[in-house]
């Protein structure tokens, strides 16, 4: 309910009867287990019904804290309640999976997560630029609090309002415009200007990887948009930026662009 006295501790972190196991640096190890869960599972709760285990980041349990679990999974108590978090399950025993209840959990969409920094930002009483929410929710990737973290990060670099200019600096983004003329320079096979480009966003901070994939994005669009005219399917591009761009490039040299660029990605450290 959010409002009782149980379910403030919990919000708080500090309910006797749900505990957090999760990793210190990079894994849980076995005395992690023993010690949050082995050496209290017997004890009753507190109040209520139930003591709540929660295994953050459950894939990082090595596998000697996975053994150390397994063996308290095959008879628990009947008051206790564990809960694993995680986005890789195929790294957790298949013995233990197979005596979970599995949720799987999507993505948001990009248009739930810009509904919810609209309401965000006018509860804040703050202003943004035409495009910025949708661009801080393709970094967040689905990830409602990936996104409110940039968002949060982006107004600490601009406290009165969120611009695209101010996203671009702070994350490393190249903007449409500069990522479609670069486009331009290479299919115009001028080796020279474009490694000027690359030199002069490669020392501004731009990030190379995440240019690599920007830039097959736009490719697909490309190619989507060439073969339906549907500007309401593209993923990454406006009417305008396809404007810009698909009368200088066929569909056959966006393949050819995507080849490269997704070989190249599979070499980067």
């Known amino acids: 309910c959010g409002e009782c006295a149980a379910c403030k501790q919990v919000d708080s972190l500090n309910h006797p009867d749900v505990i957090y196991i999760t990793h210190e640096k990079y894994e849980i190890r076995v005395d992690d287990i023993r010690k949050g869960i082995n050496e209290t599972i017997d004890i009753k709760p507190y109040s209520g019904d139930y003591k709540i285990y929660i295994i953050d980041d459950a894939d990082r349990m090595n596998a000697g804290a996975q053994n150390a679990l397994l063996k308290t999974l095959e008879e628990p108590p009947a008051h206790v309640i564990f809960i694993l978090a995680t986005t890789e399950p195929h790294k957790i025993l298949p013995t233990i999976i197979s005596r979970c209840q599995r949720f799987d959990f999507t993505r948001l969409t990009d248009q739930e997560m810009v509904q919810r920094m609209q309401y965000v930002l006018k509860e804040e009483g703050k202003t943004y630029d035409e495009g910025s929410l949708e661009l801080i929710a393709r970094l967040a990737n689905g990830g409602m609090r990936d996104a409110l973290s940039i968002l949060e990060q982006c107004l600490a670099y601009n406290d009165d309002h969120l611009s695209i200019n101010d996203i671009h600096t702070i994350y490393g983004i190249v903007s449409m415009d500069d990522k479609t003329n670069l486009l331009k320079v290479l299919l115009s096979k001028n080796m020279s200007e474009s490694l000027k480009i690359l030199d002069k966003m490669d020392k501004s901070g731009i990030d190379i990887k995440r240019l690599t994939f920007d830039l097959i ?53």
């Open 217 to 269: 994005d736009i490719l697909k669009d490309i190619v989507v948009y060439r073969n339906t005219k549907d500007v309401s399917i593209m993923s990454v591009m406006t009417q305008k930026d396809l404007e810009n761009i698909v009368p200088y490039i066929s569909s056959d040299e966006c393949f050819n662009f995507i080849d490269i660029l997704m070989d190249a990605s599979e070499k980067y450290i």
